[in-house]
Nanobody, 126 residues
Framework: QVQLVEFGGDSVQAGGSLRLSCAVSEYTDTRTLAWFRQAPKKAREGIAAIHTRDSTTYYADSVQGRFTVSLDNVNKTVYLQMSSLKPEDTAMYYC????????????????????WGHGTQVTVSS
């Protein structure tokens, strides 16, 4: 059983930056890690993902160029560096892990993920 714990959510001004962290309890059982977010009354959205073996990254169009996902294999942590934040980035952010390598066409779809954290809130004010 893989446990995920997110850290780093906060309230920031538009244009600001924030880094989220997700501690992964068991690295050997995960091949894909991802960040999702869910705003009030909206569906959960996959925004960034990374393959743990080669660090290949994938991004949703909504965050491409502003967000960066990365791994710290020593500390078993996945990060989401967010910059140029916008009010529409306000959401609960979730870390997710999958036992398998998820290919590009499916990597931002929540169905393929086996484990989830409880989320951390990001609020961006204008």
């Amino acid at each position: 059983q893989v446990q995920l714990v997110e850290f780093g959510g906060d309230s920031v001004q538009a244009g600001g930056s924030l880094r989220l962290s997700c501690a992964v309890s068991e690295y050997t059982d995960t091949r894909t890690l991802a960040w999702f977010r869910q705003a009030p009354k909206k569906a959960r959205e996959g925004i960034a993902a990374i393959h743990t073996r080669d660090s290949t990254t994938y991004y949703a169009d909504s965050v491409q160029g502003r967000f960066t996902v990365s791994l710290d294999n020593v500390n078993k942590t996945v990060y989401l560096q967010m910059s140029s934040l916008k009010p529409e980035d306000t959401a609960m952010y979730y870390c997710a892990a999958a036992r398998n390598v998820i290919t590009r066409d499916y990597i931002l779809i929540q169905t393929w993920y086996n484990y989830w954290g409880h989320g951390t809130q990001v609020t961006v004010s204008s």
